[in-house]
């Protein structure tokens, strides 16, 4: 349509601006009144810093969930799953390990997996551990968090009791019932003539946008909070025994970020929050967040879902009070 040619052309132009300015800005005069001030240039130093150095580990991990997805088959997965419900939480935890995929992306995963056969409980373990118990996320915490790898070691540590305790109350409280909104799932016809390398890139830059927005609007309300609020009133909310864990929770449920990048976001806050208030945003988020609920509603029942909400905001929150209480 021409209307689209003309707003894709338009863009092009402002993007060469753009650069252009960034290039040879300092060659044309600018007068006072266009010249930022320092809290907007202070925004863009955090913004663009958060952004950069979490786009590497964003690359990483939509190849490797393309890969996933297009070579490891739910079937191979049930057989390590045994029969008994409580033992078979650990080996849940290890297949949510292997998917390095974001929060959103493992939810239709775990519907087609629980639509097979997979225990209700063992889908939720592997929900929640998923985005956040995989390599790429520790290489990321552990490169965002240098100066204090110790968050790191938490991170994983936490997340792994956390994920067993959601999927054992889960179970005790929905035992073997169906959590879909439907009971048949519709499976796609595959095309083994397609070219499967170029179903990768395809399902990798779609994911790798979708997963930058959300960083992207991440990174800008960070720069933006540390900018222009009160530093006193970060610390004080940081630093609170209850009010920390819970705001940052809160903080990391409204931000909706890829659990590749948002350690960056968190490392961002360390001079106002405690290890403790960190660890909850680093773990809560990755486990149920805004465009998380809202893709749940979407598969699931609505009152499992809530349940669901409520089981990892309790869950999280205790295990955080009791972590910082005693390490």
């Given at each position: 349509m021409i209307s689209h040619k003309f707003s894709t052309l338009i863009g092009y132009i402002l993007l060469l601006l753009f650069f252009a300015l960034f290039l040879f800005g300092d060659l044309f005069p600018i007068p006072d009144i266009l010249t930022p001030s320092e809290n907007i240039l202070n925004v863009n130093t955090i913004f663009l810093s958060i952004v950069l150095e979490a786009i590497p580990f964003i690359l990483l991990g939509v190849f490797v969930s393309s890969l996933i997805q297009l070579f490891v088959k739910e079937e191979h997965l049930n057989r390590f799953i045994p029969r008994n419900p409580i033992l078979a939480l650990a080996p849940a935890v290890a297949i949510?390990?292997?998917?390095?995929?974001?929060?959103?992306?493992?939810?239709?995963?775990?519907?087609?997996?629980?639509?097979?056969?997979?225990?209700?409980?063992?889908?939720?373990?592997?929900?929640?551990?998923?985005?956040?118990?995989?390599p790429i996320v520790y290489l990321?915490?552990?490169?965002?968090?240098?100066?204090?790898?110790?968050?790191a070691y938490a991170r994983m540590g936490l997340a792994f009791v956390i994920a067993l305790l959601v999927g054992l109350l889960m179970?005790?409280?929905?035992?073997?019932?169906?959590?879909?909104k439907e009971n048949k799932i519709r499976v796609g016809h595959h095309h083994h003539s397609r070219n499967r390398f170029k179903e990768m890139f395809d399902h990798a830059s779609d994911e790798f946008f979708d997963m930058g927005k959300f960083l992207i609007i991440g990174?800008?309300?960070?720069?933006?909070?540390?900018?222009?609020?009160?530093?006193?009133?970060?610390?004080?909310?940081?630093?609170?025994?209850?009010?920390?864990?819970?705001?940052?929770?809160g903080m990391a449920y409204i931000l909706s970020l890829c659990s590749e990048a948002d350690a960056f976001v968190a490392s961002s806050f360390q001079s106002f929050a405690t290890p403790a208030s960190l660890l909850s945003f680093l773990v809560y988020g990755p486990m149920i967040d805004l465009k998380n609920t809202i893709l749940l509603f979407a598969y699931f029942r609505a009152r499992f879902v809530a349940s669901l909400v409520f089981v990892i905001t309790l869950t999280t929150f205790s295990i955080i009070m009791i972590y910082q209480n005693f390490f």
């Open positions: 949510g390990a292997i998917f390095p995929v974001c929060e959103c992306a493992i939810v239709p995963i775990v519907r087609r997996l629980i639509a097979k056969g997979m225990p209700m409980h063992v889908g939720m373990v592997v929900l929640v551990s998923a985005p956040v118990l995989n990321s915490t552990f490169h965002a968090f240098q100066s204090t790898p110790s968050i179970y005790l409280l929905y035992e073997r019932a169906n959590p879909l990174a800008f309300l960070a720069a933006l909070v540390q900018t222009f609020m009160d530093r006193d009133t970060l610390a004080a909310i940081g630093n609170g025994v209850y009010t920390g864990p819970a705001a940052m929770m």
